[in-house]
């Protein structure tokens, strides 16, 4: 009932800059948090940044300073501004969405198909 949809992956060399967006769509009657995680091969999905409805926001260690998380949400999107990209920092970026949904008004969580981002050396 409600899609995410990633944007903006690619390939850089180390140092370079990548903006990743995410637009959620569907039924939805708010959005509670937005977060990308992202996933090394042999890795566990780790959380990079999430920001909430009050736009508080939170940052693994190894991002702080150099990403940034935004949202706009008259567009239901949210974005990862990433600068001074390491080749550490290759892997799957996924969104993830805790919605509220309309009629029942439960949250749901909901994830995007992901997008690859590859830097190199």
């Known amino acids: 009932q409600v899609q995410l949809v990633e944007s903006g992956g690619g390939l850089v060399q180390a140092g370079g800059s990548l903006r990743l967006s995410c637009a959620a769509s569907?039924?939805?009657?708010?959005?509670?948090?937005m977060g990308w995680y992202r996933q090394a091969p042999g890795k566990k999905r780790e959380l990079v940044a999430g920001i909430t409805n009050g736009r508080d926001t939170n940052y693994a260690d190894s991002v702080k300073g150099r990403f940034t998380i935004s949202r706009d949400n008259a567009k239901n999107t949210v974005y990862l501004q990433m600068d001074s990209l390491k080749p550490e920092d290759t892997a799957v970026y996924y969104c993830n969405a805790v919605v509220r949904v309309p009629t029942t008004l439960r949250l749901d969580d909901y994830w995007g198909q992901g997008t690859q981002v590859t830097v190199s050396s």
């Open positions: 569907g039924s939805i009657f708010s959005i509670n948090a």
